[in-house]
C-alpha cells in the first residue's frame, strides 16, 4: 500500500479520549477569480491517533488551543489517516 505524509502546523480545537483522537483546525486565505477574490476558509480534521504512547503524550503535553506540528499519514486506496507525530509550536 502507498502511503503519503502531510506535515503542517494546526490548532487543537479538541482531544477526544473515548476514541483516541484529536480535532484539529486551521484558517488560510483562499481565492477565487485567479486571485481576484480572497476570502479566509477554515478547515477542521478529526484525526485518529493509533499509538499508544503518543496518545498518552499527547494528553499530557497538549492544550485546547495550542498550535502543533502535526504530520499525518494516509494510506491509499483506504484513505486511512492516522497522526504520525507532533511538536508543541505555541500554547495559550
Do not use: C
Not at 10 to 39: C, E, P, W
Not at 52 to 80: A, H, M, Q, Y
Request: charged share 30%.
Amino acid at each position: 500500500m502507498k502511503t503519503t505524509r502531510l506535515t503542517d502546523k494546526m490548532k487543537v480545537l479538541r482531544i477526544n479520549q473515548g476514541d483516541r483522537s484529536v480535532f484539529l483546525g486551521k484558517t488560510f486565505m483562499a481565492t477565487l477569480d485567479g486571485g481576484k477574490t480572497r476570502f479566509p476558509k477554515h478547515i477542521t480534521e478529526k484525526v485518529p491517533v493509533t499509538e499508544n504512547e503518543l496518545f498518552t503524550r499527547l494528553v499530557s503535553e497538549i492544550k485546547i488551543g495550542d498550535e502543533i506540528e502535526v504530520t499525518i499519514v494516509t494510506v491509499w486506496p483506504t484513505l486511512e489517516t492516522h497522526l504520525e507525530k507532533f511538536t508543541r509550536v505555541s500554547s495559550l
